[in-house]
C-alpha cells in the first residue's frame, strides 16, 4: 500500500543520502550528473545498473550516481520521454507520429522512432546533467550544516 505523502518521503530519503555521503561537494556533483545524465536515457530497467557501473569506471560518486537516475521513475519517465521525443522530432524535422500508427510498429519503425528520442535525450540530458551538478555542488555544504530530523517511522496499522 502507498503512502499518502511517498513521493515527499522519497525525495527527502535522496537528499539525506547525499547530504551525508563522506565525499567533497564536487565529486558529489559529478557523480550526481552521471546519474541524471543516465536517467534521461531510454534505458528504463538499466539506469541503475548503468549509473553505478559507469560511475565506477569514471571513478566517480556510486551514491550520488544513484540518486540521480531516479530522476525517471514510473510517474516521470513517460513525461521525460515523450519531451525528449518531442524535442528529437522537432530538431530532425520528422512528423508527429499518430495514434492511427501505433499498431502498425514494425522493429524498422521502432527504430526510426528510437533516432529521435536518441537526439533528445542529449539535447535535455546534457543540460540536465550541467545544471544538476551546479546545484548539487552548491547546495550539499548548506544542507551540511542543517539538522535534518528524521522521517517518523511508519505505524502498522491492523486489519480489525
Not at 521513475?73 to 500508427?101: C, D, F, H, S
Not at 522512432?113 to 543540460?127: A, K, Y
Amino acid at each position: 500500500m502507498w503512502r499518502r505523502w511517498g513521493f515527499f518521503r522519497q525525495f527527502k530519503l535522496n537528499v539525506i543520502k547525499l547530504s551525508r555521503i563522506q565525499a567533497d561537494p564536487d565529486a558529489i556533483g559529478r557523480g550526481m550528473a552521471l546519474g541524471l545524465f543516465i536517467g534521461f536515457t531510454p534505458t528504463l530497467g538499466f539506469q541503475i545498473i548503468l549509473a553505478v557501473l559507469f560511475a565506477f569506471l569514471l571513478r566517480q560518486n556510486k551514491i550520488a550516481a544513484f540518486v540521480g537516475v531516479w530522476v525517471t521513475n514510473p510517474v516521470t519517465a513517460p513525461v521525460i520521454y515523450g519531451l525528449e521525443y518531442q524535442v528529437g522530432r522537432l530538431l530532425l524535422g520528422m512528423p508527429p507520429l499518430k495514434l492511427t500508427e501505433m499498431p502498425e510498429l514494425t522493429t524498422s519503425r521502432v527504430v526510426e522512432l528510437g533516432e529521435p528520442l536518441l537526439v533528445g535525450c542529449l539535447v535535455l540530458g546534457i543540460p540536465t546533467a550541467i545544471i544538476g551538478y551546479s546545484l548539487t555542488v552548491r547546495f550539499i555544504p548548506s544542507l551540511r550544516q542543517l539538522k535534518i530530523p528524521r522521517w517518523p517511522r511508519r505505524r502498522k496499522f491492523m486489519d480489525d
